[in-house]
Nanobody, 122 residues
Framework: VQLQASGGGLVQAGGSLRLSCAAS????????MAWFRQAPGEEREFVSS????????KYADSVKARFSISRNKAENTLYLQMNSLKPEDTAVYYC????????????????WGQGTLVTVSS
C-alpha cells in the first residue's frame, strides 16, 4: 500500500483546509489511519487518528474542536478537515497507516505518505 497526501497550501489564520490521503491499496477494518505533522525544527507529532473499521477517533489536545478526521471506506481515502487554523498549525502533514488508533506514537504506524505542506499566515 502507498499513501498519497494532498490538499496542503497557504491559508490565512482563521481559515480552513481539507487534507486528503489516498491509499493505493485496500485498508482493512483492522487498520487505523492517522495524521501527524512536523513543524520546522520540531519533532513529528500526532494530530489525529481513526479506527478504519468503526470510525472511532482520537485527537491531540491542540487540535480538538478545530480539526475533524474522517474516512471514505469505499474509496480508501482519509481526510482531515482543519478549521480555525492558527499560525502554529504550520507544518508538513503526513498520513500513516497502523493497527491501533489509540496509539499516539509514530512507531505504531508502519506505512507513511510523503507529506503535504500547510502554511498558516498571521
Amino acid at each position: 500500500v502507498q499513501l498519497q497526501a494532498s490538499g496542503g497550501g497557504l491559508v490565512q489564520a482563521g481559515g480552513s483546509l481539507r487534507l486528503s490521503c489516498a491509499a493505493s491499496g485496500r485498508i482493512f477494518s483492522s487498520h487505523s489511519m492517522a495524521w501527524f505533522r512536523q513543524a520546522p525544527g520540531e519533532e513529528r507529532e500526532f494530530v489525529s487518528s481513526i479506527a478504519w473499521g468503526d470510525g472511532r477517533t482520537k485527537y491531540a489536545d491542540s487540535v480538538k474542536a478545530r480539526f475533524s478526521i474522517s474516512r471514505n471506506k469505499a474509496e480508501n481515502t482519509l481526510y482531515l478537515q482543519m478549521n480555525s487554523l492558527k499560525p502554529e498549525d504550520t507544518a508538513v502533514y503526513y498520513c500513516a497507516r497502523g493497527r491501533d488508533y489509540v496509539c499516539y506514537a509514530d512507531a505504531c504506524y508502519t506505512i507513511w505518505g510523503q507529506g503535504t505542506l500547510v502554511t498558516v499566515s498571521s
